[in-house]
């Protein structure tokens, strides 16, 4: 008994010898470096916190984050320190798109490929339209439905520097109600996709338990932000965008499990009642809200609710996505819904609603995000807005205010800049010549060499 236990002394203290040595043959540790510094001259510095430019500023970023912001005279940069220089540019903060599909490809609109595709192809394909979407001028999206649980992976080896693309606000799939606009309508009842099918793939609910149940299990899974489908949709069959789906006492418990779990919840609502559902319901967002009145929009300032409005992809609808094959049942509900969305669009601005930049990427092609941009001017914002509603406002709905947004001390350095005057021509920003996130620069075509 004796000499077991001096043998377990021994060999404990000979274990923590070598736990406290550098193991053989490698290296002693290296102090980590002092974050780098880089400074930034913008000729032209649009910070999002407001309608205004300020002229000749430099921005001082240190390791990720922006240390301070102020005129080029005021600041001093020591010689042979990193310089950007974008002295002949508008600089602004990292564009933010509320509403994407990072998984979903736009060339392509047939259902089969529910059947055909495994999940890594969506996966692959989303990898790309990642790096196009940074490479856009957006360092920040929230992805609102892909397969379960794309997003959520995509963002984690996005943040491990696995592969580059945007910070993502991730969400599960779209939460729907069997046969509406997330379930797959009018095929035999014989056939079905599902991975999880003890889970129902995470997506289709009936009823108020079914619904806590799988808020609960995305939340599990790690999405950031609920997504649930309060109407019809324009790109489902079988149902009409107008029409509600689930009633208020389903959308109140998926509102108050998202909000229990620290989660905000978007709603798909292109429907009159059914934005009024959700907005009552407790809801963050309506996503599309083309079919909104004037009590819809009374309610959505009263609640703080935004809206987010995808008022550019009309166009790509009924253009290029139908020389892809998109059917001829969706066309006809495109041409019912998008007019009135834009019309809907500029009343609800006018009348003081909080609007959020959203695209509804993966319907179009990634990386055209910054297209929309022209159709908020023509439908009523003045550039500065729309650009504010794809920065500061999209950073508050997105819950990421003190991250990202705007250009100030304390904040990521997410930047971009671009050589025309965005707040002239909006379509500048179609054509972002440099990006940062994080300190890190990820596209330059204009500052010159760095
Ligand atoms: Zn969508």
């Known amino acids: 008994m004796k000499r077991f236990s001096l043998f377990f ?56 984050r922006i240390q301070s912001v102020s005129p080029a005279g005021a600041a001093s940069v020591p010689a042979g320190a990193m310089v950007v220089d974008l002295s002949h540019a508008t600089v602004l903060p990292g564009l933010i798109d509320c509403h994407t599909h990072l998984g979903s490809r736009a060339d392509r609109y047939d259902e089969i490929y529910s059947f055909k595709d495994t999940p890594f192809q969506s996966a692959f394909a989303a990898v790309v339209h990642a790096r196009k979407t940074l490479e856009a001028g957006f360092t920040s999206v929230r992805d609102v439905g892909s397969l379960p649980f794309l997003a959520v992976d995509l963002r984690n080896s996005i943040n491990e520097g696995l592969v580059p693309g945007p910070r993502i606000v991730a969400s599960g799939p779209p939460i729907s109600i069997t046969g509406g606009h997330g379930d797959l309508n009018n095929f035999s009842p014989q056939t079905r996709v599902s991975m999880f099918p003890e889970e129902r793939d995470f997506a289709i609910a009936d009823g108020v338990d079914q619904i806590r149940h799988v808020v609960r299990s995305q939340v599990k899974y790690g999405v950031d932000v609920i997504k649930i489908l309060a109407t019809g949709g324009v790109l489902s069959k079988g149902d009409s965008p107008g029409a509600p789906q689930f009633t208020f006492e389903e959308l109140k418990a998926a509102a108050e499990e998202a909000h229990m779990a620290g989660r905000k919840i978007a709603a798909h609502a292109h429907g009159t009642q059914g934005i009024k559902n959700a907005i009552l319901a407790g809801i963050d967002s309506i996503e599309h809200a083309s079919l909104i009145d004037d009590e819809g929009i009374r309610l959505a300032k009263e609640h703080g609710t935004y809206l987010v409005m995808d008022i550019y992809n009309d166009d790509y609808i009924l253009g290029k996505a139908i020389e892809f094959g998109l059917p001829k049942e969706n066309v006809e509900k495109e041409k019912m819904v998008g007019r009135l969305q834009r019309e809907n669009f500029e009343h609800a601005f006018k009348s003081g609603a909080k609007m959020a930049f959203g695209t509804d990427a993966g319907v179009y092609p990634h990386g055209d995000n910054a297209k929309q941009f022209f159709y908020m001017v023509k439908f009523g914002m003045s550039p500065a807005q729309a650009i504010r509603a794809a920065t500061s406002s999209a950073a508050d709905l997105i819950g990421r205010a003190k991250d990202v947004g705007t250009l100030e001390a304390g904040k990521f350095a997410d930047v971009i800049a671009v050589t025309d005057d965005p707040l002239q021509n909006v379509r500048a920003l179609e054509n972002v010549g440099f990006v940062m996130k994080g300190g890190v620069v990820v596209k330059n075509v204009i500052a010159g060499k760095l």
Do not use: E
């Open 9 to 64: 002394f021994t060999a404990l203290i000979f274990l923590s010898i070598a736990a406290s040595l550098p193991a053989y043959g490698q290296p002693s540790p290296t102090p980590t470096p002092a974050p780098k510094t880089v400074y930034i001259r913008a000729g032209h510095l649009f910070d999002g916190t407001g309608d205004k430019t300020r002229d000749n500023m430099v921005i001082v970023v240190v390791g990720d």
